[in-house]
T-cell receptor, first 112, second 116 residues
Framework: DTGVSQDPRHKITKRGQNVTFRCDPI?????LYWYRQTLGQGPEFLTY????????KSRLLSDRFSAERPKGSFSTLEIQRTEQGDSAMYLC??????????FGSGTRLTVV | QQQVKQSPQSLIVQKGGISIINCAYE??????FPWYQQFPGKGPALLIA?????SEKKEGRFTISFNKSAKQFSLHIMDSQPGDSATYFC???????????????FGTGTLLAVQP
């Protein structure tokens, strides 16, 4: 399968714990995006990488959130001290140019 | 601030009918308007997209109509099938003017149910 891969698919964590999600983009795609989707809403932009450089972060990305893309390959999104409001689907997408994103199936986070 | 407004929130259509979903945008710098289809438990998948230099684009049973002066665009699904039952999102981005990011701004989604 050559699509965007996200791991884990589901994560249940207790409030206050740290969680980390991984995204493996399509291999030749140099652009990588993280989005967050809550129930009944469209995805909201979180952050963008071009190769290994993080070029934009949304105001939605509080200081408890951090993302990395070492060597311009896979990316990780870490949430520290999780809160119930962090419960959502976290989507990763990659693209080769400014258009035509390919999304992964997402990581569904539930904070209890 | 909702930059892309989508309606209706939900839609029920009979098999073989036409499904129509509408979106309106505010930012005239947007120059790329895709529609995404999302099934439960899956990420959004690109269905069809249009640039503002054309008023209509058709791919199979799916058509985007674009009205630049009204800042509106719509998705038409002809001969709707039960397999089309999904959530549909419109989106917009500033491809040429958005700098390096070209982030997508999504509508709130339309849940389509096609009854057999």
């Amino acid at each position: 399968d050559t699509g965007v891969s996200q791991d884990p698919r589901h994560k249940i964590t207790k409030r206050g714990q740290n969680v980390t999600f991984r995204c493996d983009p399509i291999s030749e795609h140099n652009r990588l995006y993280w989005y967050r989707q809550t129930l009944g809403q469209g995805p909201e932009f979180l952050t963008y990488f071009q190769n290994e450089a993080q070029l934009e972060k949304s105001r939605l990305l509080s200081d408890r959130f951090s993302a990395e893309r070492p060597k311009g390959s896979f990316s990780t999104l870490e949430i520290q001290r999780t809160e119930q409001g962090d419960s959502a689907m976290y989507l990763c997408a990659s693209s080769l140019d400014a258009y035509g994103y390919t999304f992964g199936s997402g990581t569904r986070l539930t904070v209890v | 601030q909702q930059q892309v407004k989508q309606s209706p929130q939900s839609l029920i259509v009979q098999k073989g009918g036409i499904s129509i979903i509408n979106c309106a945008y505010e930012n005239t710098a947007f120059d790329y308007f895709p529609w995404y289809q999302q099934f439960p438990g899956k990420g959004p998948a690109l269905l069809i997209a249009i640039r503002p230099d054309v008023s209509e684009k058709k791919e199979g049973r799916f058509t985007i109509s674009f009205n630049k002066s009204a800042k509106q665009f719509s998705l038409h699904i002809m001969d709707s099938q039960p397999g089309d039952s999904a959530t549909y999102f419109c989106a917009a981005s500033k491809g040429r003017y958005g700098g390096a990011t070209n982030k997508l701004i999504f509508g709130t989604g339309t849940l389509l149910a096609v009854q057999p």
